[in-house]
């Protein structure tokens, strides 16, 4: 194992993130401390306890920084709440001595920063949704005073990478894309596909599963099924939503599910109806597996992983007629289902787990080194 080392002890950090549920930051926040427990002396902080959805190394000790989350709109004891995180993070950091630390999400990287900077550590921090969407006002001028003064910024795309030159310097922004989870990818085998179309993700307002379950009433085939995985707040909406399209007996709501391989490996379609994104890692799994896919064309990475028309198509947001006659040309075309799903299968191979760490390792010993 090829540890960085300071006084021939391996270097120690701490990563920060509000959450370990099920979720796309999450599984790449999870992919990353594994890996970097191979390397590293890592210590994760979870701003508030959960359940962890995705396995983690045991060489990894996690600390919990509160026990539950209680939203709080009171802007006194939100302010409050924010500094008794920064003085438990800073404490615990600061007694394990702690060289670096890596911060997952906007509260998450705010905090990192800030502490850094008091104990004279370095930092690096990672965006991990399009920056327009997601927060508020109040944090996003916390983040254009804050987000300078990190030694690195990681996005995964131009996009992302052109709003933060606004106001972080370039050469402290980096692009690196989402990894491919090795467990998953170790299951990709040849199967034959069903008539499913397999949509994957929380069941919210972000992922817009309105618009796929909108399309899928509309086409005239009664032979395919529509499998909604994820779990969220709008679930009982979506499942009203299907009963007064009519289309109950034709749609299944999963909740979450760790082994998603399955449905990867015999899914006809797959649909990614986001209003907006980071890098969406079930795009790319999907792609990966060979499925063929529709995704909107949101900001931001659908664009950067699709081309349109050679290995998926790309629709505008909220097009739900474009959506419904993609499905109907794919459903009708199974040769165009098999050049999607290899040149798909070709693209997503660039996000191959080891080429995507070797990319994060470089970074922060970079940053720790210099």
């Not at 962890?52 to 989350?69: A, T």
């Not at 299951?187 to 796929?212: H, M, P, V, W, Y």
């Not at 499942?239 to 490996?265: H, M, P």
């Amino acid at each position: 194992m090829n540890q960085f080392k300071q006084d021939n002890q391996p270097v120690s950090i701490a990563l920060i993130i509000p959450s370990l549920t099920a979720g796309g930051a999450e599984r790449v926040f999870s992919i990353l401390a594994n890996a970097l427990a191979n390397h590293y002396k890592v210590t994760l902080f979870i701003l508030y306890k959960c359940e962890i959805f995705y396995e983690l190394d045991s060489q990894i000790e996690v600390v919990f920084c509160k026990d539950y989350y209680s939203p709080n709109f009171n802007p006194i004891k939100s302010v409050v709440n924010n500094f008794s995180f920064i003085k438990f993070l800073k404490h615990e950091i600061k007694a394990r001595n702690s060289q670096l630390i890596l911060g997952f999400t906007t509260t998450a990287n705010v905090y990192s920063v800030i502490i850094s900077r008091r104990l004279r550590i370095k930092s690096v921090i990672s965006e991990r949704i399009y920056p327009e969407f997601g927060i508020n006002s109040f944090w996003k001028r916390v983040r254009q005073f804050v987000y300078p003064k990190t030694n690195l910024l990681v996005v995964q795309t131009i996009p992302i990478k052109t709003y933060f030159n606004t106001f972080v310097n370039s050469d402290k922004i980096q692009i690196i894309e989402n990894p491919l989870s090795p467990e998953l990818i170790s299951k990709r085998k040849a199967e034959n596909r069903t008539n499913t179309i397999i949509s994957i993700g929380r069941l919210d307002q972000q992922k817009n599963q309105d618009l796929l379950l909108k399309a899928f009433s509309k086409l005239d085939e009664d032979k395919w099924k529509l499998v909604i995985i994820g779990e969220g707040q709008l679930r009982e909406h979506y499942e009203q939503l299907a009963k007064s399209l009519k289309i109950e007996k034709r749609v299944e709501f999963t909740g979450a599910i760790k082994d998603v391989s399955t449905y990867l490996n015999t899914g006809g379609i797959f649909v990614l109806s986001s209003r907006f994104e980071g890098f969406p890692n079930v795009l790319i799994e999907a792609m990966y597996f060979g499925m063929p896919c529709i995704a909107t064309d949101c900001p931001s990475g659908p664009s950067d992983i699709i081309e349109d028309g050679k290995n998926g198509f790309l629709i505008p947001v909220e097009d739900e007629d474009a959506l419904s006659k993609k499905l109907d040309i794919l459903i009708d075309n199974e040769a165009l289902c098999e050049s999607f799903g290899e040149n798909a299968q070709k693209t997503a191979s660039r996000f191959e787990t080891n080429l995507i760490v070797d990319k994060w390792l470089n970074a922060i010993n970079s940053v720790i080194t210099n």
